[in-house]
C-alpha cells in the first residue's frame, strides 16, 4: 500500500514566519507563499503571517505556533547570504536545526524555506527569478504535508 499526501485543499489554519531581515527577498517568498495556499483552496482568513527580525528567531516562533494546537502547518521563511564573516554559518545552522526541532517537537509540519545563498543574486533567483519561487514551494509542502498527516491519523 502506497500513502502519500496529495494536493487537496487541506483542513486548518496555517501560519507563515517572515523574516523582516533581506526583506527585498523574503518579502516575494512571502507572496509565493500565500499564493500557493489561495491556489490550494486555503482562503485568506485561514492564514496569518508572523513577522520576525530575523532568521535566527524564526525556531522560537515556530515551536511556539507549532504547539499552539491553532495551525495545521507553519511555513518558515527567511534569507540568509554569506557574508565575509562566519555569522552566515551560525545563523544558517541554527535556523536550520531550530526549525527541524520545531517540526519534530510539535508533531505538525513546519516547513523549511529559508534560503541560504552564496549571493545576492542566487537569492533573487530563488524568491522568484530563474529558480521559481521557494516560497511557493514551501507552501505547497505543507499543504502535501497536512493532507498525509490527516491520512496517517494525526
Do not use: W
Not at 541554527?94 to 545576492?120: D, F, K, R
Not at 505543507?142 to 498527516?149: D, G, K, Q, S, Y
Amino acid at each position: 500500500m502506497l500513502i502519500e499526501g496529495d494536493l487537496s485543499t487541506p483542513p486548518g489554519r496555517f501560519a507563515i514566519i517572515a523574516a523582516r531581515f533581506n526583506a527585498f527577498v523574503v518579502d516575494q517568498l512571502l507572496i509565493g507563499a500565500q499564493d500557493a495556499l489561495r491556489r490550494h483552496g486555503v482562503t485568506e482568513d485561514r492564514i496569518d503571517v508572523v513577522r520576525v527580525p530575523g532568521s535566527y528567531e524564526i525556531p522560537l516562533v515556530a515551536q511556539k505556533l507549532g504547539t499552539s494546537g491553532k495551525y495545521a502547518a507553519v511555513v518558515c521563511l527567511g534569507c540568509v547570504i554569506r557574508g565575509e564573516t562566519d555569522h552566515y554559518d551560525h545563523v544558517a545552522g541554527a535556523a536550520t536545526n531550530g526549525i527541524a526541532q520545531a517540526a519534530l517537537t510539535s508533531g505538525i509540519p513546519v516547513i523549511y524555506g529559508v534560503l541560504t545563498c552564496e549571493t545576492l543574486e542566487q537569492a533573487i533567483h530563488r524568491a522568484g527569478a530563474k529558480a521559481g519561487n521557494k516560497g511557493y514551494e514551501a507552501s505547497v509542502t505543507a499543504v502535501e504535508m497536512v493532507n498525509l498527516l490527516a491520512q496517517l491519523g494525526k
